[in-house]
């Protein structure tokens, strides 16, 4: 079952996600991460940092797990 991640506003980033969802401790790491790792949004491979994710996103990373993303 997917992990929730509530957001407050209408998006987030991709690299604010990854902080948001303790896989990354700071947000200079992103980079190296998505270069590191295959991120899928929505079934589909993203690797854009900057890539932005709205309430009811799903974001699988392979070894991470999976969640979805829910207004607060």
Known sequence: MPV???IDTEYI????????A??????G????FLGEHEVF???EQDQRRGRK?????RV?????GEFTLGQA
């Open 4 to 6: 929730e991640i509530k």
């Open 13 to 20: 980033t991709l690299g604010q996600f990854l902080k948001l």
């Open 22 to 27: 303790d896989i990354i401790q700071t947000g």
């Open 29 to 32: 790491m992103a980079k190296w």
């Open 41 to 43: 949004i929505n079934g």
């Open 53 to 57: 994710l709205r309430a009811g996103d």
């Open 60 to 64: 699988s990373i392979p070894g991470f």
